[in-house]
């Protein structure tokens, strides 16, 4: 494994005391469960939404998908340039601010075209995130507990989604949909302020010490990246299984709805018999799916993380072999889960693959920090963000969406849907191959 120092003049950070640590890396937890409880809060919308605005599925797919990854890619590298050298909790403080306030425009939408201006403004918003919070992690933590960070900071993904899903279906079901997007966005500029004040910056103060030289251009990152064919090999494992999860995920409410409609229902009035609760159809399904996303989700992320550093302590090629395996066990019981009759087996059999298909944020994540140097780490999470998003956010639910309504001319739409999801049930296990094919070079390329 080749260690290669910083070059001169680059400002060296310390890891954070384990208690400031805990604090900093929460917070952007929790910033990070805001991102994707807006990002995702409307998959179980999407039903609703369709009625009222006359949608196609391909065009929810859209407002899922591609609209919003084109901006949130695009973007997000342009960001991270300027988070390698800026203040970077400044910039995750206004990208928060802005991503709320275009998830509250969502709620004044009237027409396909206004809700798709503001799913635009939510990623334009987001895109300043992930690649500044990566950076910062990677600066809060020491090296051999990177990844492990990167995962509590990647259950924001399951997390999120679990709070989309619930907060969102609940309250669809006594408000309305408009209503869900005024929730779950006016909350984000508390946030935002409260990270712009409270989280630490670990490169003020150290400008003072050294020789200030131009950092590295941004051919001389993408030339660094290129020189690492484990990068590249991750980055395809990596936007292939977020295509599958994307795609999935933006269709499971409707999917439920449309084929296990009866049994939702029979679930549902058992559930408020036994807890008092009354439960409608959407607010059922979104809090079903949103439990076991949520939790079977967050536990596979942060066993990801763990199990990743313990096998990278004596092999570095762990962050690429332990998702590639991940991603082999998620393709059988999910495509059992979408052909079985009975939901109650469905949402258990979900439960499997939701949870394998976790594990690979946290490894990829660490490794890809850990193949450039320091002041390229911002730039390296942006360009395997925009890889991983315009492929697997921008075409997931796109596809899914489009094969869903060419299905259903010939076999009616709770057939569509279900056979779209089962054709891309099977691409976790080609994802897999390319995180096999990282770990082949991964050890010897790791330069930090």
Not at 41 to 68: C, S
Not at 428 to 436: N, T
């Amino acid at each position: 494994m080749a260690i290669a120092s910083p070059p001169p003049g680059i400002p060296v950070t310390q890891p954070l005391a384990p208690s400031a640590r805990r604090y900093a890396v929460g917070m952007l937890l929790v910033i990070y469960i805001f991102n994707f409880l807006d990002r995702q809060i409307v998959n179980i919308l999407a039903e609703p939404i369709k009625i009222e605005l006359g949608l196609a599925d391909w065009q929810l797919g859209m407002l899922t998908g591609l609209a919003f990854a084109l901006f949130y890619t695009v973007l997000g590298i342009p960001i991270a340039r300027y988070a390698e050298k800026a203040d970077r909790v400044k910039i995750i403080s206004v990208a928060v601010g802005v991503w709320s306030l275009f998830t509250v425009m969502c709620g004044f939408a009237t027409n396909f075209v206004q809700l798709l201006l503001a799913r635009i403004g939510v990623g334009v918003g987001e895109a300043g995130c992930s690649p500044p919070a990566h950076s910062l992690i990677t600066d809060y933590t020491p090296k051999e507990e990177r990844a492990s960070a990167l995962a509590i900071y990647s259950m924001g993904i399951p997390l999120g989604s679990l709070a989309g899903m619930v907060l969102g279906g609940l309250i669809a079901d006594a408000y309305g949909w408009r209503i869900a997007f005024f929730v779950a966005g006016a909350p984000g500029i508390i946030l935002a302020v409260m990270a712009f004040l409270t989280l630490p910056e670990p490169r003020r103060g150290l400008e003072k010490k050294v020789v200030p030289v131009k950092g590295p251009s941004f051919s001389d990152a993408i030339t660094e990246l290129q020189s690492k064919k484990s990068f590249w090999w991750i980055s395809i494992g990596a936007a292939l299984s977020a295509m599958v999860g994307y795609g999935h995920i933006a269709f499971y409410g409707s999917f439920y709805l449309r084929n296990h409609g009866e049994g939702l229902t029979a679930m549902a009035a058992s559930v408020n018999e036994m807890i008092g609760v009354s439960f409608g159809p959407i607010g059922f399904v979104g809090t079903a799916l949103g439990l076991i996303i949520g939790i079977c989700g967050a536990a596979g992320t942060f066993l990801g993380g763990v199990l990743a550093d313990r096998a990278a302590r004596t092999n570095v090629s762990g962050y690429a072999t332990v998702p590639a395996v991940a991603g082999l066990v998620t393709v059988v019981p999910f495509i059992a889960a979408m052909l079985v009759d009975n939901v109650g087996l469905s949402f258990v059999l979900l439960a499997i693959p939701v949870f394998a298909g976790a594990i690979w944020y946290g490894p990829i994540f660490a490794s890809a920090q850990s193949l450039v140097h320091p002041q390229t780490r911002a730039t390296a999470a942006a360009v395997l963000l925009f890889i991983i998003n315009l492929v697997g956010l921008g075409l997931g639910p796109l596809l899914v969406g489009t094969f869903s309504d060419i299905f259903a001319q010939t076999m009616g739409v709770a057939e569509g849907i279900r056979w779209s999801m089962v054709v891309f049930g099977g691409v976790g296990g080609i994802a897999s191959i390319a995180f096999f094919l990282a770990a082949r070079t991964l050890k010897d390329e790791v330069v930090a």
